[in-house]
């Protein structure tokens, strides 16, 4: 059971080029989530999905697009970075109507992107 | 607008020592509050979390208080030990809608 992983760990962009971060969980959750993490900042939800082949806007989603084909991955993708986007992106997931009182999200350990 | 102000930035303690961190948020609608914690170079986990219907929760050494009218909820470490060094997050959201605002963050330091 590996929970949440991410690909890449790291990863150095020039401005404008693309890439596309991969997350997959093998632990059956509904909702996924992709934030970023920035000092002082916090983590600030970017997108997140309620389903197979559903995606919602978060708090910072201007730049980022996902797909959610699989139910077990969500992407992010970056079309066109910026090096506003240089930060730590993670993902989550998480299951509605969890039996425990926690509704806990389970994060990976995240990637570190650079965009020059 | 941030929905979730936490503070401080960043604490140092003695080793058994009390820790506190302190969180306010604006929407009243929020019924769910968790702390996350998260060493270097890992994701976030999850700590303990609590729901309006109580004011403290606790967990071993770890205290969440929390204050409905002035829409505040803090995290209390008792006996704070050198493993406990972590930068921990606060929250807030909805607990149906399974999406939270996350605070900025609190860079603990506990000194041996």
């Known amino acids: 059971n590996a929970g949440v992983t991410q690909t890449p760990k790291f990863r150095v962009l020039k401005t404008g080029q693309s890439m596309t971060l991969l997350c997959a969980q093998d632990?059956?959750?509904?909702?996924m989530y992709w934030y970023r993490q920035d000092p002082g900042m916090g983590l600030r939800l970017i997108h997140y999905s309620v389903g197979e082949g559903t995606t919602a806007k978060g708090e910072v989603p201007d730049g980022y697009n996902v797909s959610r084909l699989k139910k077990q991955n969500f992407l992010l993708g970056l079309e066109s970075a910026a090096p506003s986007q240089t930060s730590v992106y993670f993902c989550?997931?998480?299951?509605?109507?969890?039996?425990?009182?926690?509704?806990?999200?389970?994060f990976g350990p995240g990637t570190r992107l650079t965009v020059l | 607008q941030q929905q979730v102000k936490q503070s401080p930035q960043s604490l140092i303690v003695q080793k058994g020592g009390i820790s506190i961190i302190n969180c306010a948020y604006e929407?009243?609608?929020?019924?769910?509050f968790p702390w996350y914690q998260q060493f270097p170079g890992k994701g976030p986990a999850l700590l303990i979390a609590i729901r309006p219907d109580v004011s403290e929760k606790k967990e071993g050494r770890f205290t969440i208080s929390f204050n409905k009218s002035a829409k505040q909820f803090s995290l209390h470490i008792m006996d704070s030990q050198p493993g406990d060094s972590a930068t921990y997050f606060c929250a807030a959201g909805r607990y149906n809608f399974n999406k939270f605002y996350f605070g900025s963050g609190t860079k603990l330091n506990v000194k041996p």
């Open positions: 632990m059956n959750h509904e909702y």
């Open positions: 989550a997931s998480s299951s509605p109507g969890q039996l425990s009182s926690y509704n806990e999200q389970f």
């Open positions: 929407n009243t609608a929020f019924d769910y």
